[in-house]
């Protein structure tokens, strides 16, 4: 399936920017980021609810926000995409 | 059907800033913010052709990215989220 996470983290304090990278760090690891906070993971049910598990913990749910959208197993036509591919840039190189 | 709409729009200039703020404004007349660059459309199939025209229209292909996930109509069991309702600063009041 496809598993869209789009996500807010507050970055007001460090520690938010802390959460926010790694947010990103543990994306990164299931998927591609298609925006700054917008990741596209091809993932079977058991690794989409490893992630979900492992965001929700990264998180503060007072102040961040999370959402997972499942676009199933036929998910080509569902997707548009106009512009450019934004230079996303993460400490590491991103993993394919 | 349920039309999410994320985007990415590169504010370092002021032409940036601006382009950011009629996105944002014209996806509010279809839907409803659910984190700071995704937007919510429930919408059929004229609505979706008219605001994705308008979107492109808007957004500077070379520096900024607009995407678009179909949902379909059975969207409620694809959808989680978790953590805040980020309090989304529009000029214009939420539309509901």
Redesign the interface.
Known sequence: MLL?I???V?TETSAGKSRLRKVAKQCVNYGIR?????FECVVDATQAHEL?FK??EL??????????????DKYS??????????AIKVEEPLIF
């Open positions: 869209l789009t996500y807010d507050n298609v925006q700054n906070s917008v979900k965001l929700k998180i503060d749910t007072e102040k961040d926000s999370l959402r997972f959208y499942n676009l199933g036509n569902r997707i548009e995409h106009y512009g450019a591919k934004s």
